[in-house]
């Protein structure tokens, strides 16, 4: 494909479909330069050193990312600890991993149970830059309006811009009915979803898998699911997490016993 037309692709699409290495699956739009190592619980799901998506440590061993993430068979491991991710900094390390558990139900074709939950190869050294943070465990609606955190190294631009630095974004909770409404994602949001405003600022497919925080609490994880990013009539959808409160106790029991 010729470059100009390789553009013009990218511009129309908003995904970065030019090449054949691993691409970044989402970005963050209208954001700006996070705060060094101020979201100790931030990670980088990678396959073959490159990132793909976000993840958020939710216990020493584990990190919550989206189903959609894993792509083929190729190894995956996660980066924590990073701020930049290609300058050598003190607190980032690497981490294979030991297990990859996809929720039962995710499929393909659909952003529902979009979660994945990586087993790493040992427990994270935990420090000042790379800390778990609280998930929501009550199963509850964030009220409407709330503001809420996103950050990633999802590319920055339509053109397929990549940060080497995290970004950041608040946004503020969608109420579901208006998100369900015909002009916007006509009625696709569940129970088990939640929706935030994407007016030129927005989460999208290398953020996917990183974590929406309102409050200091995850609430919810970016989906996978293809959609223009920044178009205020598609909010951005994200995974409920206190949906799914048993089925991530399970799996990380299952894993302290193994």
Do not use: F
Not at 186 to 207: F, L
Not at 243 to 252: F, L, T
Request: proline residues 6%; positive net charge.
């Amino acid at each position: 494909m010729r470059s100009a037309e390789c553009m013009a692709v990218l511009v129309l699409l908003g995904a970065a479909v030019c090449g054949k290495s691993a691409q970044p699956r989402g970005r963050i739009l209208g954001g700006r330069e996070a705060q060094a190592h101020a979201r100790p619980y931030m990670a980088s799901v990678q396959v073959d050193g490159r990132h793909v998506c976000g993840g958020v440590l939710v216990a020493e061993q584990w990190v919550l990312s989206a189903a959609h993430c894993l792509d083929g068979d190729s190894p995956v491991q996660v980066l924590l600890g990073a701020h930049s991710l290609s300058r050598p900094e003190p607190s980032k390390r690497r981490y294979d991993v030991r297990r990859a558990v996809p929720h039962p139900d995710s499929r393909p074709d659909t952003t529902e149970h979009d979660l994945l939950l990586l087993q790493l190869s040992e427990k994270a050294a935990l420090g000042p830059a790379v800390r778990p943070v609280p998930w929501q465990r009550e199963d509850r609606d964030v009220a409407p309006g709330t503001l809420c955190d996103v950050a990633g190294w999802g590319v920055v631009t339509h053109a397929g811009r990549r940060p080497d630095l995290l970004q950041h974004v608040l946004l503020p909770v969608m109420d579901r009915d208006t998100c369900n409404r015909r002009t916007y994602h006509d009625g696709a949001i569940t129970a088990r979803m939640m929706c935030a405003e994407s007016n030129r600022k927005d989460s999208c497919k290398g953020d996917s898998g990183g974590p929406l925080v309102c409050g200091g609490v995850v609430e919810g994880v970016v989906t996978s699911g293809s959609r223009v990013c920044g178009n205020r009539k598609k909010p951005g959808i994200y995974t409920r997490v206190a949906s799914y409160v048993s089925w991530m106790d399970r799996v990380m029991a299952e894993g302290a016993a193994a």
